[in-house]
């Protein structure tokens, strides 16, 4: 995994990846960072209603120069595999535009114009949650059919099957936003095409709660009623999950995407990664809401935040290798082949002297990188 230059003067290590991502919130930097004069409370959806603020005034200009600076930033920071999340669709009033996925081209363009790789996975939306109809800043990520969603991901599966830095995913947002009904025929259009298939899962404690009133049933036990847990799919935050849903997600081997950085700065809580791991699901990271770029903290915080949930050290011992070496492969292996890539796509090169690093012994080294360096470790990101 890590190799030293002959000359011992340079590192290089795989290419990370981050399999979660809504680049257009690179936008809201510095401006959820203070509590509402009219809010007693601040948390995830007060949050949110800035966020649609900041989706409802993108056009396909704008969503092209926000999302340029969040790859930017990422490629900068060791990053050469992005799952972008999509769900930016149509006109503020929910009206298509003419060329229906004139956002996804935009963003993949933004992508690969940074030298990123991407997956563009196509969020589906139909409402604001059990019994209720989208509210007005969600109008324009939603559809009225089912089949709206598979059309437009037909025509973008036909447009860019040739391009190797590109792969279509699809990505039902999240049991509040897609009703029953639409998960069984997400989940067997993505098995017939073998694609990515990613979903918000069970981030709030709500969204929990609104699940089982209107089913009877938790999140993952929903989705594997519906046939969605399988290995290619993807679930992101899984921060509020029982046991029995790890238990789950293990025996479908899925993914779980934890975006660290983001669930820290929402408040959303802390997932227990013990038992994702004891169950077999595997892990990868994800950046999420942009609010800061740093994707070494995104994957060292598999280990660093089990450690503030069980208020102990060293919560994982890998069956082979160091622990330093899994939280690599998840930061940078598992995301690219949760997004659909086949490899990690390129190195990272860190500078061996680099003052966050150069005390360390070769023995140590990568645990000295993953533990306590950050961006400003990478000198740069080579495809390959």
Known sequence: MLALSPDGLTVR?????????????????????????????DDFWTWRGQMYRAASALDPESIVTVSRSAFRELRRAGVRTVGEFHYVHHQPDGTPYADRTILSDAVIAAAK???LRVALLRVAYHRAGPGRPAEPGQRRFCDAEVDDVLRDVDALRVKYKDDPDVRVGLAPHSVRAVPPSWLRPLAEYARAHDLPLHMHVAEQPREVEECVAETGKRPIELLAEHGVLSPRFVGVHCTHLSVGEARLLGQARGYACICATTERDL???????????????????????????????????LETHERLRTRSRVTYEPPGG????????????????????????????????HPSIAMASDANLLDAIVFSGGPGLVAAVEPG
Do not use: K, N, Y
Not at 276 to 298: E, F, K, N
């Open 267 to 301: 408040g959303d809580g802390l997932p227990d990664i013990s038992a994702l791991r004891a169950s077999g699901a595997r892990l990868c990271t994800g950046i999420d809401s942009h609010v800061v770029t740093d994707p070494l903290d995104d994957l060292r915080a």
């Open 322 to 353: 160091t622990l330093a070496e899994q939280l690599w492969r998840e930061g940078s292996l598992e995301g690219a082949l949760a997004c659909g890539f086949t490899d990690v796509g390129g190195t990272v090169r860190i500078p061996r002297q």
């Open 113 to 115: 114009a940074e030298g």
């Open 13 to 41: 290590l795989p290419a990370l990846a981050t399999a979660h991502s809504h680049a257009f919130q690179f936008a809201m930097r510095g401006t959820s960072q203070r509590r509402g004069a009219a809010s007693p409370v």
